[in-house]
């Protein structure tokens, strides 16, 4: 089992900059993506970027060139530093850990996770 607490969530005016964090923790050998997503009300989740245990990353096209996914091993935790926010990027933004195998063209469905977080709330305005 792997347990995931999100952080860095808050309210932001349009421009302007987040970090987002995920503390991993438990069976991370047994993991594969580390992603991000997000769920608008009313709405599906939509995966935003995603991380492979080796490095690889993918990006939603809503995040690209804006949002960026890292991994600090060291400290079990997995960052989205999102720029120029803007206010339709108001969400619910949520972490999650996949198993292997997984294939690397699922990163953005929500049904490849099986851990995911509570959710952090960003609000841009």
């Known amino acids: 089992h792997v347990q995931l607490v999100e952080s860095g969530g808050g309210s932001v005016e349009a421009g302007g900059s987040l970090r987002l964090s995920c503390a991993y923790s438990?069976?991370?050998?047994?993991?594969?993506?580390m992603a991000w997503f997000r769920q608008f009300p009313g709405k599906d989740r939509e995966g935003v970027a995603a991380?492979?245990?080796?490095?690889?990353?993918k990006y939603g096209d809503r995040a690209k060139g804006r949002f960026t996914i890292s991994r600090d091993g060291g400290q079990a935790i997995v960052h989205l530093h999102m720029s120029s926010l803007k206010p339709e990027d108001t969400a619910m933004y949520y972490c999650a850990a996949s198993q292997p195998p997984t294939y690397a063209g699922s990163w953005y469905q929500p049904t490849t996770y099986k851990f995911w977080g509570h959710g952090t709330q960003v609000t841009v305005s």
């Open positions: 438990g069976d991370t050998q047994n993991t594969a993506y």
């Open positions: 991380i492979h245990r080796d490095g690889r990353t």
